[in-house]
């Protein structure tokens, strides 16, 4: 089926979901499923030794073998500081876990941009990642500097292909009283977005507030157990580390807000999946990217292929059941070139 066929499905859709996977930020040099653990040991053959993981690691030659290693640096690194701060200052070095650089724009392909106004303009209501890299986080950062830039103004953004696209500003922020009692003086100006991770971060969800559901959460997110995460920006990371008290709950300590690292592996927080089912099941349409459908996907993809509307745009159909869903061939990049248009 050609790419084609999914836009006019959009252009009428009244209520639409993106699910992006790790598949979309594989060409940032993203490692996908267990290659990240996997390459984390290589680089910390003596951190392994310390915690008895180094055999599992060197014997990790099947793709079971390789969940069972991770399954035990995941035990490991829930009651170790040492491991949550080597893996996270490790991630940091990884050129493509720096995300979006102004100096380098132009020869960083530019799909989770794309994905972000999509979103912002309301062709998607919904957006959903499991990837731990921000790199859509980073955008929508550089979307809200442009406009903080201009207050009030359309903030305007150009592609790498030259198209330049403008944002009003009303569809960025919402305008809040400072307090109940100030006058309409007082009014600041509130990003529309914000993250939903875990089960905490579900009752601060306004109305206005459009979520980016980031499902199986991501290192770079410090939270306390009481509170929400504290730290979502990598620009803040080095004010705040791992261990460090939250500056809410000077009693707690902030730990990375990773899912992976949870109950289970590559699965979203209960009360945040069933959440984000509900809003699933009101939409018309639901496009998919980036997902192989298997391993860690399969509670993903077991929802969406009971969708009445799921559209999946990947390089191949993986373990999706080409009776359930559309398929379309395509990469991540594929499918935010057919998107521009509309933008
Ligand atoms: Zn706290």
Known sequence: MPLEELIPQLEFAQNAA?????????????????????????HNPKLLHKHHLYDLWETANTRAAEERYTKA??????????????????????????????EIKSKQPDDHLIFDIAWLK??????ITTN????????????????????FMPTHLQLN?????????????FNDLLNETETEDELMSTPRWDIIARDVDLPRQKAELHPLWKIHGSPFFLACPLCSGVNRWKLEIDKLDIGDPC??????????????????????????WEALQAELSKTDIVVVCGFSGSGGDEYIRSVLESHPNTWLVNPDIGAWNPKSINYIKGTGTDLAKALSPLL
């Not at 731990?132 to 207050?151: G, H, K, M, R």
């Not at 292909?161 to 009303?170: F, K, P, T």
């Not at 500056?247 to 927080?269: K, M, R």
């Open 132 to 151: 731990w890299d921000f790199i859509l986080e980073s955008y929508l950062y550089y979307i809200y500097w442009e406009a903080y830039a201009n207050p």
């Open 18 to 42: 993106l699910l992006l996977g790790a598949g979309i930020s594989y060409d940032w040099g993203i490692p996908i499923g267990y290659r990240l653990p996997m390459n984390f040991g290589k």
């Open 247 to 272: 500056p809410s709950h000077p009693d707690h300590t902030l730990g990375p807000e990773i899912v992976f690292w949870d109950e289970q592996i590559d699965h979203a927080p209960r009360q945040v």
């Open 161 to 173: 292909n030259g198209v330049e696209i403008e944002i009003d500003y009303a569809l960025l922020f």
């Open 73 to 102: 640096l995941v035990n490991a690194f829930r009651s170790s500081e040492v491991l949550q701060s080597a893996l996270l200052q490790w991630m940091n070095k990884q050129p493509a876990m720096l995300g979006y650089n102004p």
């Open 122 to 127: 309301g062709i998607f209501n919904h957006l």
